[in-house]
């Protein structure tokens, strides 16, 4: 697994991109265009709303941004909403990364793997669904809590926390690890060029199927 990930990268919102730990242009699809690996977001199949969410760079790293995120559904609340049913599916994409020095020359970044897609989509899951009843002060020792879990879970991709499930990536069969929680779900596999991961809640995984993204001005419509 990518070591970055559990550090914590630093990630652009879609108001406010942010690339390298440097403020960017306020145009939200700056920092998608300027990656160098294809984008990946649900199928023809989804016909509902789409929407960019954040694209970003591990920590150390130079400069070059290495995963986002793409919605589908309803935006997931930014904080709790009592009886929040918000349904939605979010697609991760990070890009395939060999082992390399960091930005500063000081260590080594390890490559990315589909264990990078899983810890980027749980900790996504997390974030979206946290318990309601937990007052503020208790929501950042559950979020480590559970951050810790999802680590270790990401860790071990092909032990019994996850499940075998073949969905279709540019109308071609692939396999992935798949989980379920009270939160939602959350999987991870491979797909041409790029690392995948995903989570949603009121959309079943069994349904959806993945593609490269040839227009990104499809995700900022309203």
Do not use: C
Not at 45 to 73: C, E, I, K, N, T
């Amino acid at each position: 697994m990518d070591a970055t990930s559990q550090a914590g990268g630093t990630t652009a919102t879609a108001g406010d991109p942010v690339v390298g730990g440097q403020a960017g242009p306020t145009d939200p699809l700056v920092p998608y265009l300027s990656a160098d690996f294809p984008w990946y977001g649900l199928d023809e199949g989804w016909s509902g709303r789409r929407f960019l969410m954040q694209a970003g760079a591990g920590p150390r790293a130079a400069g070059d941004v290495d995963y986002g995120s793409l919605g589908h559904g309803e935006e997931p609340a930014r904080q709790y909403e009592p009886r929040d049913v918000r349904k939605f599916a979010v697609v991760v994409t990070v890009a395939r990364r060999d082992s390399r020095r960091s930005a500063d020359n000081t260590g080594t970044l390890e490559a990315t793997s589909a264990s990078s897609a899983a810890w980027l989509a749980g900790s996504g899951l997390l974030a979206a669904t946290w318990p309601g009843q937990l007052d503020r002060a208790l929501r950042q020792d559950w979020l480590d809590q559970q951050s810790s879990l999802v680590w270790d879970l990401a860790d071990d991709l092909a032990g019994p926390g996850w499940s075998p499930l073949s969905l279709p990536v540019d109308g071609l069969p692939q396999p992935f690890r798949y989980r379920e929680s009270e939160y939602g779900w959350v999987l991870a596999g491979e797909a041409p060029g790029v690392l995948l991961g995903a989570y949603g809640r009121g959309v079943s995984a069994y349904g959806i199927g993945f593609s490269t993204v040839p227009d990104l001005a499809a995700y900022t419509r309203p």
